[in-house]
């Protein structure tokens, strides 16, 4: 049964705290990728990853950076939290971008205060 | 205006009855991903598909290229198909849908 873990489904932190979101899979993916979910606007890329230390920046990477050291784990990395960064994150990965199917993880609700 | 446009926004039916949800998009795509999302956040690929029709269980998903819709719909419905329903679009990367929020009650 194929997965994707991520280290905690509810996380509270505080303004300026340095936060960090992991995500694990254990399908041997070469790309892996952190959305934000917030009411109204969907899922939304924030960075990629398509191998081993490399990364790309999605749609809305300011204020996050990301790290992939091992094939099977990508960090989402919130320097200083802030209130806007208040959301769903979710981590997918996938064997090949786009036209292969995307599997999810479980997802962190995340609140700053 | 979102490139991926899904309606309804809203949807309740009785058990029993057969939906369907619509997807529209506005870009040249490879492929078209539906997703269903259960309260508490998991999201689960249903389908993805670049033509034609796909059937799975009481879902089935179609595309039209040529008019840039797809379909998805759940015969006989059940409380549990309760979820939100994304649908995706692929031209080089993943463009999400705000997402369908369907409601079965018995």
């Known amino acids: 049964d194929v997965k994707v873990t991520q280290s905690s489904r509810y996380l509270v932190k505080r303004t300026g705290e340095k936060v960090f979101l992991e995500c694990v899979q254990d399908?041997?993916?070469?790309?892996m990728f952190w959305y934000r979910q917030d009411p109204g606007l969907g899922l939304r890329l924030i960075y990629f990853?398509?191998?081993?230390?490399?990364?790309e920046k999605g749609d809305i990477p300011e204020g996050y950076s990301v790290s992939r050291e091992k094939k099977e784990r990508f960090s989402l990395i919130l320097e200083s939290a802030s209130t806007n960064q208040t959301s769903m994150y979710l981590c997918a990965s996938t064997r090949l971008a786009g036209t292969y199917e995307q599997y999810f993880g479980p997802g962190t609700r995340l609140t700053v205060t | 205006k979102n490139e991926v446009e899904q309606s309804p926004q809203n949807l309740t039916a009785q058990e029993g009855e057969f939906i369907t949800i619509n997807c529209s998009y506005s870009v040249g795509i490879s492929a078209l991903h539906w997703l269903q999302q259960h309260p508490g956040g998991g999201i689960v690929s249903l389908f993805m598909l670049s033509s034609g029709k796909k059937k799975h269980g009481r879902l089935i998903a179609t595309i039209n290229i040529q008019e840039k819709h797809s379909s998805l719909h759940i015969t006989a419905s059940h409380p549990r198909d309760s979820a939100v329903y994304i649908c995706a679009v692929y031209p080089d990367k993943l463009i999400f849908g705000t997402g369908t929020r369907l409601q079965v009650f018995p």
């Open positions: 399908m041997d993916h070469e790309n």
């Open positions: 990853s398509y191998d081993v230390k490399m990364k």
